[in-house]
């Protein structure tokens, strides 16, 4: 079993910035992929960004291209998104994902996560 806890949402600006943390407790953290996904009102939940459990590879929606950071600290259980030039379209509730991964693999579908947090809001204003 794993429990993931995301953290750092809240209201911002359009152009400005947050930087999500999720911690992963209940198993081997290290070696699980993680993901994060958002799902906005009235919106099927999206994929956003995703990472290997080394780190070594990372994979991102278009939407979250040039813009958004996926990145992992193995020692501290705990995966991040920074997010930086924020738009009111990225209002949504964030949700990380873990499943368990013996590879450099990455996965960008709901269905291939085993391990869900609760999500934590983020609202951009205009």
């Known amino acids: 079993q794993a429990h993931l806890a995301e953290s750092g949402g809240g209201l911002v600006q359009a152009g400005g910035s947050l930087k999500l943390s999720c911690a992963a407790s209940?198993?081997?953290?290290?070696?699980?992929?993680m993901g994060w996904f958002r799902q906005a009102p009235g919106k099927e939940r999206e994929f956003v960004a995703a990472?290997?459990?080394?780190?070594?590879?990372?994979y991102y929606a278009d939407s979250a291209k040039g813009r958004f950071t996926i990145s992992r600290d193995n020692a501290k259980g705990t995966v991040y998104l920074q997010m930086n030039s924020l738009k009111p379209e990225d209002t949504a509730v964030y949700y990380c994902?873990?499943?368990?991964?013996?590879?450099?693999?990455?996965?960008?579908?709901?269905?291939?996560?085993?391990?869900w947090g609760q999500g934590t809001q983020v609202t951009v204003s205009s």
């Open positions: 209940g198993r081997t953290f290290s070696r699980s992929a």
């Open positions: 990472i290997s459990w080394s780190g070594g590879n990372s």
């Open positions: 994902a873990a499943r368990y991964s013996s590879g450099s693999y990455i996965y960008t579908t709901e269905g291939e996560y085993t391990y």
